[in-house]
């Protein structure tokens, strides 16, 4: 697939990025595109390895590699290097739903696993997809279309998430009745209110909503399911019940001083950030939640990489990023081969604005919050943190992260920002429902399925494998609509 000898004659190029002085003034998206024929040479340099563990979306040591959602990865690349970009989009639309929306947020598990990326950079898998499905969308190729027959049976969605969102595609096309509730104000659940605009532009959600709502697809918002609608009522009332609700249970961090205001969690951060621009069509930027601010963000991940690069845009003063883990290799270590996803050290848009901002790393490594420190108003004033080191506990033989004696250090702090992850789906709703649960809250179903242990109810998305990628919710939502059509008609082709 691509040219032959095309990883060998063209390097790597990746679409143009604003510079961080000047994308920190908004919250628009800063990632260009190539121009067209120089898209078509990075696909080029797809090099027909013969093991495309790009696409092969498999477990090795725990960690996925490749696409989860088994994208025919060569072949699209094949047909982008040959300018064929048409067709490119009819390949890709085989399995994927909303390549919009991964080829602006996926961390690309394809290119980790790219064969050329051995010795030399990856193949631009991901640019290629997003130069692919923006094509198909500015030539009108992109369509959802009505079902000439439909089937009678009705299905309810529960969450207008990308896993939701996916499971409604694939069973509308099928022919049955979908309905989507959405407990928010608007749909998109994590893809709307968890990812800040400069990642993922809004109107691009709202352009694909819109071609599945004149496919059929209804969606109703505001409607909180396990408090407006019972449960027993809606199951009544559908064929099958989807529950795509997220990992929405915040995990938080219970120090002294917990209650202070001015500790908040993240997601409710960014919702209302990105709310209050949507609400105002982008003319009100909410700058009184950070300006002039000392802000502390506890979690490395993506949602603490966004809350940092949120929170210089709104001005504040200086912004901290709290990570328990050591810091990831520079360079992949011996132990971490590929193709197993690679453990280095990443430095994502957030840090990078805050490095050219105030001149260093915002990450500090192993140290967590001792205590939140309050003024006599009862407001968040610093922040006592402390340093920690892996040691093994001798009854599990685990290694655990534990409190340094004497590394304490207090650092100003007026906003603190608990991007610490997710325990798993909200407890009113899987009460309401009656379903069970696992170990970790997630809800219970038999490996590699998504009905419930209650009849008519299927879990799917970060509600049935705990948090994660938008990519695994897509790769969720797909395979639960069809084992929901496989239940429904006795058969499948979806």
Not at 1 to 13: D, H, I, L, P, V
Not at 220 to 246: F, P, R
Not at 251 to 273: C, H, Q, T
Request: aromatic share 6%; with cysteine; net charge neutral.
């Amino acid at each position: 697939m691509g040219k032959a000898t095309g990883f060998m004659e063209y390097e790597r190029m990746d679409g143009p990025v604003v510079a961080q002085k000047d994308r920190v003034k908004n919250f628009e998206e800063f990632h260009g595109a190539l121009p067209k024929h120089e898209q078509c040479l990075q696909a080029a340099r797809c090099m027909d390895c013969g093991v495309p563990f790009c696409q092969a979306g498999v477990m090795i040591s725990g960690m996925a590699s490749g696409c989860p959602l088994h994208n025919l990865v060569p072949e699209i690349n094949d047909l982008v290097y040959r300018g064929n970009f048409g067709e490119a989009y009819k390949r890709l639309s085989i399995t994927h739903s909303f390549p919009e929306f991964t080829s602006r947020v996926c961390p690309a598990l394809c290119e980790a696993a790219c064969t050329c990326g051995l010795h030399q950079a990856a193949v631009s898998t991901k640019e290629n997809e997003r130069a692919v499905i923006e094509y198909a969308f500015s030539h009108d190729l992109v369509k959802e279309e009505t079902p000439k027959v439909r089937t009678g049976k009705r299905v309810a969605v529960v969450g207008s998430g990308p896993s939701g969102l996916a499971a409604a595609q694939l069973l509308n096309r099928r022919g049955h009745e979908v309905t989507v509730y959405e407990r928010k104000d608007r749909l998109g659940g994590l893809l709307r209110y968890g990812i800040p605009n400069m990642k993922l532009d809004k109107s691009v959600i709202d352009r694909r909503i819109s071609l599945m709502e004149e496919a059929g697809i209804k969606f109703l918002t505001g409607v909180n399911i396990g408090k407006d609608i019972d449960a027993k009522d809606l199951l009544k009332e559908y064929d099958s019940v989807i529950l795509a609700c997220g990992a929405s249970n915040p995990r938080d961090i219970n120090a002294p001083g917990r209650d202070a205001k001015g500790i908040r969690f993240a997601v409710d951060f960014l919702s209302e950030v990105t709310k209050t621009l949507l609400d105002s069509k982008f003319e009100k930027v909410p700058y009184k939640l950070c300006e002039g601010k000392d802000v502390i963000v506890i979690g490395g991940g993506d949602t603490g990489n966004d809350c940092v690069g949120t929170s210089i845009r709104l001005g504040a003063k200086s912004v901290t990023q709290l990570e328990m883990m050591p810091k990831a290799p520079d360079e992949r270590a011996a132990s971490n081969p590929w193709p197993e996803w690679s453990r280095v050290c990443k430095t994502d848009y957030g840090q990078e604005e805050a490095i050219w901002k105030f001149g260093h790393d915002p990450r500090i490594y192993q140290t967590t919050v001792k205590e939140f420190v309050k003024d006599s108003k009862g407001n968040l004033k610093s922040v006592i943190i402390i340093s920690l080191k892996a040691e093994k506990d001798k009854k599990t033989g685990r290694m655990n992260m534990v409190p340094v004696e004497g590394s304490e250090q207090e650092l100003p702090c007026q906003l603190v920002l608990i991007a610490a992850g997710f325990l798993g789906s909200e407890k009113y709703v899987t009460d309401n429902f009656g379903v069970e649960l696992d170990g970790r809250t997630n809800v219970k179903t038999d490996a590699g399925r998504f009905a419930t242990s209650k009849k008519k109810v299927y879990a799917v998305g970060d509600m049935h494998r705990g948090q994660s990628l938008v990519v695994w919710a897509i790769a969720e939502g797909r395979a639960c609509a069809r084992e929901v059509d496989l239940d429904l008609m006795g058969y499948t082709n979806l």
